[in-house]
């Protein structure tokens, strides 16, 4: 009876989440390690085929050699959300605070009016940017009317607009979390500590930031993850002409029948993902608060 | 265990129920037309449901998954043998309809098909690209426009994101038959379309129409269909028929296994095959149909458009299933075009 | 409330949050402007209208869309905030829950999977096991993937919250139910209030995963608006979405005005 006391809370979550995460997971990770089938799935035969192909390939005279491609697009993709991430920080702390000192009834319309923008679709949120940054957009029509520029500067189909677009999409994810820690910071803290560093800035550092920490920790990794996979985004506004890896999971999956292929990243993905989680929890245990307990 | 019972039972009363008079249609996006559709349920009395999906390959993950209710689905003809062999589809045995005799010669007990077993021909068409003609009043009718476009057309060229029909261009332009697999000629390919990149806008088969009318690209991998919608919008948008090749695709009815208003959906084929309702979808979609007889329903617009009509002389090439091979050729060059 | 808030302030934050809202708000108001367009674009402006409102209201598909959407993100946020709420309360107050980090590893878990990687896997597992419920194939996937969504802003709450109350109340002989219902969860409110809303953000956007999974008839409106995106956009979605928009907008405002009579 005590025992199922004991587990009677995280049980609901848990077993949710194992069965219907962990067992597609642990498929996905067999399946990056079988023969693919021509018309999508896998044949139960082991094969490394998967793996090595990230590195290596046949190329078109048929030797084994070195193959960067996907190499580059990881790269690219950790670039692009681990930039997106710190951008997210620096818009979604600012905004976090000045709305956690807000008196408590406009906090929550604050609160609120973040979260609005969320009852539009993804899809066309991203599409409204492509109005705002393409040749005949709202931007480029402004400065072409003031005289800036002459001719109109190429905004979208950049790796700039693609940022643009994740930290749109995901800085919620960056300050409700934020939020979320500052709303119960202790103002007498503050107060002490201004008392003590007497300067705004220093009881920002050394009161404000470590306090909220986990709410940056968590927000960051709300944000970091979606960015890795994410593909609305970069084949909206950047155009699709240079692939990332959440365009490159999708092909295995859709036109390349390429299951094990698409596993296989999906696995890379994951470690990746944990390795940055392994950083952040290493980052919080050292500043005094964990990730994981 | 009772009431597991029950429960069963008032299901399997519930479904009957509803069985006499549900039809559940997966097709392609916007590619039904409602007044087809609201003109079925008036004749027979069924309920029609309507779902969408964006690729062939969206369609075969999600009947390869089993449970998906479907009755009846609309796969290209290059991926029927895939269905067939993966045995996905319920034979209809399309010979022993009402209205079989309809079908078009061409289409009749097509390559993809041969005895119309387990298909009937719901649209073709043609996949080229559309050109803003005020912006390049030369010859589009070739796919050097494409590939190695004139001056003005360059940094406005929008592609499909998809590697299939782009590197099938590719090929035809160059002389080759589709679905290559040798290496000489997929590395051609690759060289050829990384010489066009620079002056490539978009890789995206999203929001063509929305691109081309508003001139964020003047020249665009396009369907015939959508491109009479474009020249619709505006005129000096025209759809271009290369001399070395068309594409050529068509799609196809057929009923997934475990379709659960089998009955209704062949209604629904034999309500199609019918010139004057595929006439309808016809006017509505921008596609040609293989059902003989069906012009005379078609409306001016159609009965004109140029997107349907190809020069004569020019040669029409059916895209292929494309073997493993070919396919990781092709996902080769796609990938290292964009890494 | 106090004004002693203020010693808080930062110089130049007010106006680096305005400028925030703008950027929040300035793709929305092309939205709101492009769904009154006369003509069929919705990029290019061709005069005022309001067809695109009629067209989208007498839509069905429309209807039954938007209708399968909110069952499935109230469903899902109801079921995913709960279990994580609970999960988070045993893993920072139940002293004899042994191996929290697994536990907590395993609810972040479905955040490490990219969404087309869960949407494959989800829908070979249902495929596998037969799973075939109709719009609850979608409830219980999107449940998953909304569990850590709702638990991290949580969690984020909880750690460092002053347990002292609690244990001023379980001091006064009140009962763990009580001090439950009374000190924490009002305490922690908040932190589920924005929980939930993220789960209901990521459940009502949310179109791979539901496009694989999904049942006949099971359509959601991302799915829908996605097929007319591939179209182009017109209007008509503009149209839909500032209907959703002002929906929101007015239960925003609603709850806003009858917390604020609460309290005055």
Request: charged share 15%; hydrophobic share 50%.
């Amino acid at each position: 009876m005590q025992r199922i006391r004991t587990f009677a809370g995280i049980a609901p979550a848990t077993i949710m989440v194992v069965c219907f995460m962990l067992l597609p997971i642990l498929i996905i990770v067999v399946y990056s390690f079988l023969e693919k089938n021509p018309y999508g799935g896998v044949r139960p035969e082991l094969s490394f085929e998967a793996y090595s192909r990230l590195l290596l390939e046949r190329d078109f005279d048929d030797n084994l050699s070195f193959n960067p491609s996907y190499l580059l697009i990881l790269f690219r993709s950790i670039w692009v959300a681990a930039v997106s991430v710190a951008a997210c920080v620096l818009i979604g702390f600012p905004v976090a605070y000045y709305i956690a000192m807000q008196p408590a009834e406009r906090r929550n319309l604050l609160i609120l009016l973040i979260t609005i923008p969320f009852w539009t679709n993804l899809l066309i949120r991203t599409y409204c940017w492509i109005l705002v940054l393409r040749d005949t957009g709202l931007i480029n029509e402004m400065l072409l009317s003031l005289g800036v520029i002459q001719s109109p500067i190429p905004l979208l189909y950049t790796e700039g607009a693609i940022i643009l677009g994740l930290i749109y999409t995901y800085v919620p994810f960056m300050v409700l979390p934020i939020y979320a820690s500052l709303e119960r910071l202790d103002v007498r803290l503050i107060e002490a500590s201004r008392d003590l560093y007497a300067s705004r800035i220093g009881a920002l550092r050394h009161v404000v930031v470590p306090l909220s920490l986990p709410g940056i920790v968590a927000g960051s990794i709300l944000v970091f993850i979606p960015c890795l996979g994410a593909f609305i985004a970069p084949e909206l506004l950047g155009g699709g002409k240079n692939l990332m890896l959440g365009s490159l999971v999708q092909l295995q999956f859709s036109t390349s029948r390429d299951w094990p292929f698409g596993s296989a990243l999906s696995v890379v993905i994951m470690i990746v993902v944990m390795l940055a989680l392994l950083f952040y929890a290493r980052n919080a245990r050292n500043s005094g608060t964990e990730l994981v307990h | 265990m009772k009431l597991a019972t029950l429960a069963t039972g008032l299901g399997l009363v519930a479904s009957s129920a509803l069985a006499d008079g549900e039809l559940y249609i997966y097709n392609w996006t916007d590619y039904t037309s409602p007044e087809l559709i609201e003109k079925f349920e008036a004749e027979t009395g069924i309920t029609v449901t309507m779902d969408t999906y964006d690729s062939n390959d969206t369609l075969l993950a999600k009947l390869k998954s089993g449970a998906s209710g479907y009755d009846i689905v609309v796969p290209s003809h290059n991926y029927v043998p895939i269905f067939v062999a993966e045995e996905l589809f319920q034979k209809i045995n399309a010979q022993d309809l009402e209205g079989y005799s309809n079908i078009a010669d061409g289409f009749r007990n097509p390559p993809w098909d041969s005895a119309n077993e387990y298909t009937v021909p719901w649209q073709w068409g043609s996949t080229s690209f559309t050109v803003n003609t005020d912006v390049f009043g030369g010859d589009i009718d070739t796919y050097e426009t494409l590939f190695r476009p004139p001056e003005e057309l360059r940094g406005q060229i929008g592609m499909f994101k998809a590697p299939s029909d782009v590197v099938d261009m590719a090929l035809i332009y160059l002389g080759y038959g589709v679905c290559s697999e040798s290496k000489d000629e997929m590395r051609e390919v690759l060289e050829l379309l990384e010489e066009q990149k620079p002056h490539v806008k978009v890789y995206n088969s999203d929001g063509i129409l929305e691109r081309l009318t508003s001139g964020d690209a003047a020249l665009h991998q396009n369907w015939n269909g959508y491109s009479i919608r474009a020249r619709t919008a505006d005129p000096a948008l025209k759809y271009a028929f290369p001399k070395e090749g068309v594409l050529t695709w068509a799609d196809n009815i057929a009923v997934p296994v475990g379709a659960q208003n089998y009955d209704n959906a062949i209604k629904f084929i034999e309500f199609i095959l019918q010139p004057e309702n595929i006439a309808i979808q016809s006017n509505f979609a921008g596609y040609s149909n293989g059902i003989s007889g069906s012009a005379e329903f078609l409306n001016e617009e159609m009965a004109t458009a140029p997107e349907l009509s190809p020069p004569d002389g020019t040669p029409m090439v059916f895209s292929e299933t494309c073997s493993e091979n070919a396919t990781e050729l092709q996902n080769k060059v796609w990938t290292t075009l964009l890494q | 409330m106090p004004k002693s808030r203020d010693i808080r302030a930062l110089p130049g934050l007010k106006w680096f949050s305005l400028g925030f809202f703008v950027y929040l708000y300035l793709p929305l108001l092309i939205l709101v402007i492009f769904s009154f367009n006369a003509t069929k674009s919705a990029t290019v402006w061709g005069g005022f209208s309001l067809d695109w409102y009629a067209k989208a209201l007498a839509n069905d598909d429309i209807r039954r869309a938007a209708w399968n959407s909110l069952v499935i993100a109230t469903t899902a946020t109801v079921f995913s905030t709960t279990m994580a709420t609970m999960a988070a309360l045993s893993l920072t107050r139940n002293k004899s829950l042994p191996r929290k980090p697994l536990f907590n590893g395993m609810l972040l878990l479905p955040l490490m999977v990219p969404e087309i990687v869960t949407a494959v896997a989800t829908l070979t597992l249902f495929a596998t096991i037969g799973l075939s419920l109709g719009l609850g194939n979608i409830i219980i996937a999107h449940t998953v993937f909304c569990i850590p969504f709702a638990y991290l802003p949580i969690r984020a709450r909880l750690q460092g919250m002053d347990e002292s109350l609690e244990t001023a109340a379980r001091d006064l002989y009140a009962s763990k139910w009580a001090t439950l219902r009374f000190v924490t969860l009002p305490l922690l409110a908040p932190g589920i209030v924005s929980g939930a809303m993220l789960a209901f953000i990521i459940s009502i956007d949310d179109f791979i995963i539901t496009l694989m999974v999904a049942e006949a008839g099971s359509t959601t409106l991302p799915i829908y608006i996605y097929s007319l995106v591939r179209i182009g956009i017109t209007p008509e979605v503009n149209a839909v979405s500032t209907v959703l928009l002002i929906i929101s907008i007015f239960f925003v405002t609603l709850s806003y005005l009858v917390e604020k009579r609460g309290k005055f």
